[in-house]
């Protein structure tokens, strides 16, 4: 079982939609919880940064994390064609450097 | 300024090449890491360096040697690639633990050996 499982999709939907992408991990050791979004032949670019459980929100992108449940979402809100690109979710514990990704879950927003 | 800089974008090198990667920041972090990323799958960490020691090799083969000659630089020289090493290969940057943040990458260089 891998330590942070996210769906590979790919997920489409229309333009405007609310988006909602999901990791689920299994360390509870996890403090720090990253989104990134790709786009291709790009490095990754980092959109949410967020320390153990609650919501944050940043303009249309509000993460949340529930370590209760060890399940982290991003939630776009409407989205946007530009906003198509592979949204990658990442975390590591306390003191580590290492951060563990998930398998990232292409997006398409069609307009 | 969130900026790590790579150069170059692009590298095609011969298995018998000798080439270097090279990346910048200019954020004051004091980890630097190098990530490669194969087409469709997440970025997999190859080192880490803490206040310019390496402190993390995750069992990387020695045609791969990085090099930090400061805090804002991080190289990674190449020797004797095998075609299978073709990827895009990421520079990231954070502050240093036990403070965690956020790691912010660079654009990549596309590698291609051939």
């Known amino acids: 079982q891998k330590e942070v499982e996210q769906d590979p999709g790919p997920l489409s939907v229309p333009e405007g939609a609310i988006v909602s992408l999901n990791c689920t991990y299994s360390?509870?050791?996890?403090?720090?919880f990253m989104w990134y979004r790709q786009y291709s032949r790009k490095g990754p670019e980092l959109l949410m940064y967020?320390?153990?459980?609650g919501n944050k929100e940043d303009g249309r992108f509000t993460a949340q994390v529930d370590k209760s449940s060890k399940y982290i979402s991003l939630f776009i809100r409407d989205s946007q064609p530009s906003d198509s690109a592979t949204y990658l979710c990442?975390?590591?514990?306390?003191?580590?450097?290492?951060?563990?990704f998930g398998q990232g879950t292409r997006l398409t927003i069609n307009p | 300024d969130t900026e790590v800089t790579q150069t170059p974008k692009h590298l095609v090198m011969g298995m018998t090449n000798k080439k270097s990667l090279k990346c910048e920041q200019h954020?004051?972090?004091?980890?630097m890491y190098w990530y490669k990323q194969k087409a469709k799958k997440p970025p997999e960490l190859m080192f880490v360096?803490?206040?310019?020691?390496?402190?993390i090799n995750e069992s990387v083969p020695s045609r791969f040697s990085p090099e930090c000659p400061n805090s804002s630089l991080l190289n990674l020289h190449l020797h004797a690639l095998q075609p299978e090493d073709s990827a895009l290969y990421l520079c990231?940057?954070?502050?240093?633990?036990?403070?965690?943040?956020?790691?912010?990458f660079g654009q990549g260089t596309r590698l291609t050996v051939v």
């Open positions: 990231a940057s954070s502050q240093h633990v036990p403070r965690n943040t956020e790691a912010f």
């Open positions: 360390n509870s050791a996890f403090q720090y």
């Open positions: 967020t320390y153990s459980s």
């Open positions: 990442a975390m590591n514990p306390q003191g580590a450097q290492k951060l563990v």
């Open positions: 954020m004051g972090h004091r980890a």
């Open positions: 360096y803490s206040y310019e020691k390496l402190s």
